[in-house]
């Protein structure tokens, strides 16, 4: 995915204090277009070198050659899939009146909140009956999941407290292990629900024994933390490795940067050498040096990057509170062969005034354009790859320069330690799913919006207004072709036609708003 920051990972370096202008107070949003709060950076960064980056020690000729260590791959230890914590989405966007349905790994959970326990609660989507998907049923008036094809009711734990159609004075049917629905561990952490994939009884209190990667930006009080979320039509690999690449973003998303910063010398002969390099890989992800930036990869779904602590100035000791930071977390699920969902968080210690004025939503926008801009590229791609085989991803791409370390970093682990691929346990046939129309694959409205609570009631709100203007117009054209004549003054009567006029225009534009920002964005790279 990406996010104006989303990109910005490498070739974005992240500023520390010494290096932030006051241009960080002037407005985020330069010309028309929306950026989000990365674009920041952006124009804090346009007196130094964008694309360049400081020089670590450069990378060994094995960090270039991943496939450079076959007698390794029978030796290495093996990334069990399945023992690891998912992320199911941030709370901010879970509704507690609702179920909601999500798909990791391919298995299909429903996620509800559990009043009775206070606290989320993560079961598998089909009720023991007959598999009826339980994220279309409610929450009932005793704070049990209800399933609507027959109304048997849940409790936190996945037991069934009500069959309707079992006789009162009957045997407890419901007490039936049979009747049970398969319940998950689940914990909530960086304001984001987790669970893990296996609903055996030995892993009840996985939570005591292994907990989910930590962020501990996105908890310090200091920081700003907006999160997005969007389900993405190509698979985790994929998305992975593209977060990694910061070399595409001024050829990919060089109509965006060049709207974010004008004075941004950055064009499509603009790509210059950046120096990456992975300091250490193992079964546990690995961290990369990227100048002005470290990152690091937590297996399965985290690239987390951050800027380091900076020496004060001539010695002096400066309070860590006192720096400017920025952390960028990526957070990439994978959901079934060729698709996966992100979600994004840009936690910072500065600008926090601008997180409370302007509308979340808002952010939304530009984020999902830049995903936008990459989107059809990259299910293409995703396609070839399966075409040659996952496993030859290191004969087919050639990737001879510095600027490929990390995505090279990632291939390298997923070869050596996850067999090269998601491990689907046979789920699926291999086979990705068919590229739909244009307008269905960069669809923004069930990939974002309604996964979203901020977009959702921004766009629901809009679409409101866009009827008023429309009733407006009517009813001002209407009163002047229904007065008669002379009971009207001249100026009265040219007033409501332009009010007339003016209504059904912007009514007008603000259709086209909402489609191209809440349902469908063509990006066109030869016109940008």
């Known amino acids: ?43 804090s960064s346009s007196k130094s070198k964008l694309f360049t980056a400081l020089s670590p020690p450069p990378l060994t000729e094995s960090s ?14 093996k990334f069990d899939w399945y023992s690891q914590w998912y992320p199911l989405m941030p709370i901010c966007d879970l509704d507690k009146r609702k179920p909601h349905g999500k798909r990791v790994l391919g298995i299909d959970v429903v996620v509800w909140w559990d009043r009775n326990e206070g606290a989320w609660q993560v079961h598998d989507d089909a009720c023991p009956h007959r598999l009826a998907p339980l994220s279309e049923g409610r929450i009932d008036q005793w704070g049990r999941l209800q399933c609507v094809y027959h109304g048997w009711c849940f409790n936190g734990k996945g037991e069934c407290k009500f069959i309707p159609q079992a006789p ?28 893990w994939p296996n609903s055996d009884p030995q892993y009840k209190d996985i939570i005591t024994r292994k907990r989910p990667p930590h962020m501990p930006e996105i908890d310090d009080p200091s920081f700003t933390k907006l999160m997005g979320n ?36 950055a064009d499509r002969e603009g790509g210059r ?72 968080c840009f936690p910072r210690n500065f600008g926090l005034w601008m997180d409370k004025i302007v509308p979340r939503w808002i952010f939304h926008v530009g984020q999902n354009l830049i995903l936008d801009s990459d989107l059809y590229l990259l299910h293409v791609e995703e396609h070839k790859i399966m075409d040659i085989g996952p ?81 407006i117009s009517v ?6 072709a229904t007065m ?19 209504s059904f225009a912007l009514s007008r534009w603000l259709a086209h708003f909402i489609y191209r920002n809440f349902r469908y964005h063509d990006y066109d790279h030869a016109f940008r």
């Open 64 to 77: 270039n050659q991943p496939e450079a260590e076959p007698e390794l791959e029978g030796q290495a230890e």
């Open 475 to 480: 009813v001002s054209i209407g009163i002047v």
């Open 484 to 502: 008669k004549q002379g009971t009207m003054s001249v100026a009265t009567r040219n007033s409501m036609v332009v009010l007339a006029v003016l």
């Open 168 to 195: 009162p004075d009957g045997p407890p049917i419901h007490t039936s292990k049979k009747a049970c629905v398969a319940s998950y561990p689940s914990t909530v952490q960086n304001d984001i629900l987790w669970f």
């Open 230 to 265: 969007r389900d993405i039509p190509y698979g985790y690999d994929v998305l992975m490795e593209n977060l990694m690449d910061p070399a595409h973003v001024p050829y990919a998303h060089y109509g965006l940067m060049r709207t974010a910063e004008p004075k941004v010398k």
């Open 391 to 471: 496993n030859n991803w290191q004969k087919a791409c050639f990737v001879p320069t510095k600027s490929d370390a990390l995505v090279i970093g990632y291939r390298k682990w997923l070869k050596k330690y996850a067999g090269g691929q998601v491990d689907w346990r046979g789920k699926y046939s291999g086979a990705l799913p068919s590229t739909p129309p244009r307008e269905q694959l960069m669809d923004r409205y069930w990939s974002h919006v309604v996964n979203c609570k901020s977009c959702n009631s921004a766009y629901k709100s809009l679409n409101v207004a866009e009827v008023m203007l429309q009733i």
């Open 273 to 344: 050498p950046l120096e990456l390099s992975i300091e250490k890989l193992d079964i546990n992800g690995f961290t990369a040096d990227q100048g002005w930036s470290k990152g690091k990869f937590m297996p399965p779904c985290i690239f987390y990057v951050y800027s380091p602590d900076q020496p004060a100035p001539s010695g002096e000791t400066q309070k860590p509170s006192a720096q400017k930071k920025m952390s960028l977390v990526f957070i990439c699920v994978p959901v079934s062969p060729g698709k996966s969902r992100l979600i994004w």
């Open 1 to 43: 995915m990406e996010a104006v920051n989303v990109f910005s990972v490498g070739k974005l370096h992240i500023p520390t204090a010494p290096e932030i202008p006051t241009s960080y107070r002037k407005s985020l949003f330069l010309s028309n277009h929306v950026n989000s709060s990365i674009s920041l950076l952006l124009r």
